[in-house]
Nanobody, 124 residues
Framework: VQLQASGGGLVQPGGSLRLSCTTS????????VGWFRQAPGKEREGVSC????????YYADSVKGRFTISRDNAKNTVYLQMNNLEPEDTAVYYC??????????????????WGQGTQVTVSS
């Protein structure tokens, strides 16, 4: 099973992008899904995650108030709406999922099913 992440691109500071994560025929509806990012020379970090059971969400401090994670179960898709983007948000963004993710976890090691990544570049 592999997830498909899309929606990245080049945007100016202050701009917006919406990332999408989906897979087929596997359903994302019953597993936690997370968005992670990795900038050059840095470790992969959790950006935002959403639980399957009650839709509770986690946001890294650096993106709180700017990013919003959501699910559309009918479309088997998880979105990451990114507003007011900053140059520091530049990274490859990955979506991930897995059956053994602890409630509320947004830690890389807890996720075992990953997508290929989509590049987000914030630059003027």
């Amino acid at each position: 099973v592999q997830l498909q992440a899309s929606g990245g691109g080049l945007v100016q500071p202050g701009g917006s992008l919406r990332l999408s994560c989906t897979t087929s025929p596997f359903s994302l509806n019953y597993w936690a899904v997370g968005w992670f990012r990795q900038a050059p020379g840095k470790e992969r970090e959790g950006v935002s995650c959403i639980s399957a059971s009650d839709g509770s969400t986690y946001y890294a401090d650096s993106v709180k108030g700017r990013f919003t994670i959501s699910r559309d179960n009918a479309k088997n898709t998880v979105y990451l709406q990114m507003n007011n983007l900053e140059p520091e948000d530049t990274a490859v963004y990955y979506c991930a999922s897995g059956p053994a993710v602890g409630y509320g976890s947004c830690v890389v090691r807890d996720y075992d099913t990953w997508g290929q990544g989509t590049q987000v570049t914030v630059s003027s």
